[in-house]
């Protein structure tokens, strides 16, 4: 059930991987291969201590078809324990860039379409061309969403709208998502992928521990009642302080002077 779409990871600036899906055959559409090579890649970047930031874009002007419909069809011969083996997967895969210490910054181009609609709205931010469509178009072909899908339209969403993209299918286009905030910065035609970048490459100059922090109490704080998160956040400001980064960070403010957090700054190490 594998599809033909690669996942290219390469270094193209210091401090900033990017990752492509390339299956020009398939509009990027991902299956097993796929989650089990991305997730593993992001495992591995979050690793490097030389690596601040995460682009995600797609090949051929287009982020995501999402799951291969041959694929899905021939899935319906194999018994539930196998399928559930590719779902489990798929779950490993989203909760890895979730996870990932770094930020991950999707770039769309033409569009994200089923689970490359819920790949695009995990990333930390997202950038997308005018001329992008967003469609959770499971319902199409009589499926319900997967990989977080339905989680992260409502978490961005209201019911009314995440529901008129899930029971319709309908494509919502990509200056209503960001009208709405699911979507940080719209670019003309052939432009995500740069304004991508320009978000990275604003990260990479960041504290890399302090962000890593501040991304699980953001991803914590809808879980948390408002005690659990004050208590979250007093526990990483009063780890924080002690720091290199802080202590660079609060140096510079008081000299009046831009930090200078370094391709290695970051290790919790005290001063």
Same mark, same amino acid.
């Given at each position: ?47 490097? $201590?030389? %690596?601040? *930031?995460?682009? @995600?874009?797609? /090949? =051929? ?9 041959? +694929? &899905? ?96 299918? $309908?494509? %919502?286009? *990509?200056?209503? @998502?960001?009208? /709405? =905030? ?9 432009? +995500? &992928? ?78």
């Amino acid at each position: 059930m594998s599809t033909v779409t690669d996942i290219r990871a390469e270094e193209v600036e210091a401090g900033i991987l990017r990752i492509t899906l390339d299956g020009a055959t398939t509009r990027n559409s991902i299956g097993r291969d796929q989650y089990d090579a991305l997730r593993a890649t992001l495992i591995d970047a979050a690793t490097r $201590r030389d %690596l601040r *930031a995460v682009v @995600l874009t797609g /090949a =051929g002007g287009f982020f995501s078809s999402g799951g291969n419909v041959s +694929a &899905l069809k021939e899935g319906r011969a194999l018994p539930l324990s196998e399928v559930m083996k590719n779902t489990d997967a798929l779950g490993a895969m989203i909760l890895a860039l979730r996870n990932c210490p770094l930020p991950v910054i999707g770039a769309v181009e033409g569009g994200a379409a089923g689970l490359g609609l819920a790949l695009a709205l995990s990333c930390d931010m997202l950038v997308a061309s005018e001329a992008a469509k967003f469609t959770a178009a499971y319902v199409k072909i009589g499926l319900t969403p997967d990989g977080g899908t339905t989680h992260f339209l409502r978490e961005a969403l209201p019911r009314q709208l995440v529901s008129e993209m899930c029971l319709l299918g $309908r494509p %919502l286009p *990509a200056a209503r @998502l960001h009208q /709405a =905030g699911a979507i940080n910065l719209l670019t003309p035609e052939g432009g +995500a &992928l740069e304004g991508a970048m320009e978000l990275a490459r604003a990260c990479a100059k960041g504290p890399r521990t302090a962000m890593a922090a501040i991304k699980a109490e953001i991803e914590a704080a809808p879980l948390n009642g408002l005690a659990a998160q004050l208590d979250l956040e007093a526990r990483g400001i009063n780890t924080a302080r002690y720091g290199d980064e802080a202590g660079e960070g609060l140096a510079a403010f008081l000299e009046k002077r831009t930090p200078d957090f370094g391709p290695q700054g970051g290790e919790g190490e005290s001063r």
